[in-house]
């Protein structure tokens, strides 16, 4: 199983724009709480959750494909989650992590209230869509509507004018392998990227490419710092000291 941890106090060199203490906003810029710390993959360092306190103490892990940079700058971050969206979110407790079964447990109640939040937001798209306010035009009026013949621009020519008889457009179809490639980055090359989420590796960096050159720095830095987070971690010396 993954093992994850919290930066608690861990603190970086003094240049470093650290993302704790941004302000996390909702929907309609409603501030949902404060960054308090984030939750990162002691293997690979790529930050899962951002800690989000709401106040009175209590916080949740809002996971960072739910969040962008903040449209006033890269200080603070933009979420479409609601306040009520956060208050539906398990409380967080550092402590979990320390614990497999009470970390899978937790996990467990997290993708349930986010999978309730998307089955909730599917329903009211729905209703808004069944509930369209155009008038739709009876059965019997519309047997007995004609359309309306609209005239030609005046200064249409029109596409075939002077094309032989005999023309055949060339519909062969050409091969794609120069043009999208998953193995090079050329300037004359696409990179096809899916959708993916969770995922990790160079796609879940290209997810949250879209959070700006603070965020990107601040990642960096956890990767750049790992073997010495690693060297404060009592699970990973648990794991040293059981293969040793």
Known sequence: MAHFATLRDYRFDPDV?????AKLYGDGGEELGKIDDIVFDHATGTIEYLVADEGHGRRVLVPVNEVRMAITGDRDFDSNLTKSDIDHLPA??????RHDEQWKHYMQLHREAIEERDIAALREYRHDWDDDPVEH??????????????PSPWNVTP????????YVPDLTPQRLAPVFTNTENTSDKLNMVPNVGHARGPAADYVTAGLGPKWNGYQEMIRRDLPRLRGTCEACERERKRVA
Do not use: C, Q, S, Y
């Open 17 to 21: 724009d650290d993302i704790r203490g």
């Open 92 to 97: 967080f407790d550092e402590k979990m992590l």
């Open 137 to 150: 035009m009876t059965d019997d009026l519309a047997h007995n509507v004609t359309p309306r013949e609209v």
């Open 159 to 166: 596409i075939d004018r002077g094309r032989r008889d005999d």
